[in-house]
């Protein structure tokens, strides 16, 4: 059973950015077979199992937490608790991925700023959808 | 209608797809379960490194779900410093979902040795609870597993054999069943009703069902 339900952000055309994000960086298989085990995993977790194992980072600026996926590249999909519901919900905010340890210059910000349109208008997003394969 | 199982099978139809998501699940819940054993056994990662004989950061390597270079020899340090055994075994895709589907902390957690109840059912009757919440005192755990089975197949298939399956395991020990307009949970000495919660009253009571030696 889920502890947490997960969300995805829309962007200004409707569209899901982490889906978006998927394909415009051109994830290979064993990068979307990891990223939907992780994000399931993240949905069953107490917040605090999810801290402890690093499957969760931060915050690492402001809301904005990085969910930790290593794989052939170092997948940081930024999200936040809630914004709603911060016990029962995530949302993803923002694609990102690490290199060298460090997350693309105005990604964490970005990923502050889609958090706070949820805030006013929670129809900027829906439902986590699957990474297809 | 899609189930779990064939949406799985859909998914990981991709044999390197299927393998990385496996492998990826396998280093989650390893991490994952080693955190858990060690927070029910209430050790900080400083006093667990102790008994494993390393430094705390090298627990904290192994409480990473990203980490993935295992070795059996460390797998069995940690199973021994917890109190359990390490079991390798090659499964099926099939049980991978089931596996899935468990994924919880109170599922990873493992009584050690000396608090075993499967081992001495008498000395020490087994305490647990099944997932209503409800109490289970003095049976064992192989009843437990095939009354929360049997309630589960019902819920699944809301079909009356898988009703009466479950009211017959719960007559092996006395267990005595509320009848339509109850909450809808087991009562026995043995079980304890536990607060009505919505998970509690949404399993719907058939009609029709005998009465004879249940409460109603």
Redesign the interface.
């Known amino acids: 059973?889920a502890?947490h339900a997960l969300w995805d952000f829309l962007d200004t055309r409707c569209r899901n950015v982490i889906l978006q994000w998927v394909e415009d960086e051109r994830l290979t298989?064993?990068d979307?077979?990891?990223l939907?085990?992780?994000i399931?995993?993240l949905a069953?977790?107490?917040y605090a199992?999810a801290v402890?194992?690093?499957?969760l980072a931060g915050p690492i600026y402001k809301h904005v937490y990085k969910l930790?996926?290593?794989?052939d590249r170092m997948l940081r999909p930024m999200l936040c608790r809630g914004p709603i519901d911060n016990e029962t919900e995530y949302t993803f905010l923002l694609g990102a991925i690490e290199i060298n340890w460090k997350l693309p210059r105005g990604s964490k910000e970005q990923a502050e700023a889609n958090r706070e349109v949820v805030l006013l208008n929670p129809d900027r997003r829906c439902a986590h959808e699957?990474i297809p394969? | 209608m899609k189930t779990f199982h064939s949406e799985r099978r859909q998914e990981w139809a991709d044999e390197d797809y299927r393998y990385a998501y496996a492998e990826d699940f396998l280093n989650t819940s390893i991490a994952t379960q080693i955190v858990t054993l060690r927070e029910q056994r209430g050790l900080s990662q400083a006093a667990f490194a102790q008994l494993l004989g390393t430094k705390q950061p090298g627990v904290s390597r192994l409480e990473n779900v990203n980490h993935s270079t295992w070795k059996t020899e460390t797998l069995k340090r940690i199973a021994r410093a917890l109190g359990v055994r390490l079991k390798i075994s090659f499964e099926t895709f099939g049980s991978l979902v089931d596996e899935e589907k468990r994924f919880s902390r109170s599922q990873l957690e493992r009584p050690k040795f000396e608090e075993d109840p499967a081992l001495d059912p008498q000395a020490a009757p087994l305490v647990a609870k099944n997932k209503y919440g409800a109490l289970v005192q003095g049976v064992g755990s192989e009843w437990l597993e095939g009354f929360t089975a049997g309630i589960k197949a019902y819920e699944d298939t809301l079909m009356r054999s898988a009703y009466l399956n479950a009211r017959n395991l719960a007559a092996q020990v006395t267990v005595t069943v509320p009848g339509p307009g109850n909450a809808g949970l087991f009562e026995t000495p043995v079980f304890r009703k536990p607060p009505e919660t919505a998970e509690y009253q949404s399993i719907p009571i058939p009609p029709n069902q005998p009465a004879s030696g249940w409460i109603s």
Not at chain 1, 68 to 71: A, D, L, N, P, S
Request: proline letters at 0%.
């Open positions: 059973m502890e298989k064993r979307r077979a990891a939907n085990n992780k399931r995993r069953q977790m107490d199992l402890q194992t690093k499957l930790v996926v290593h794989t699957d394969q």
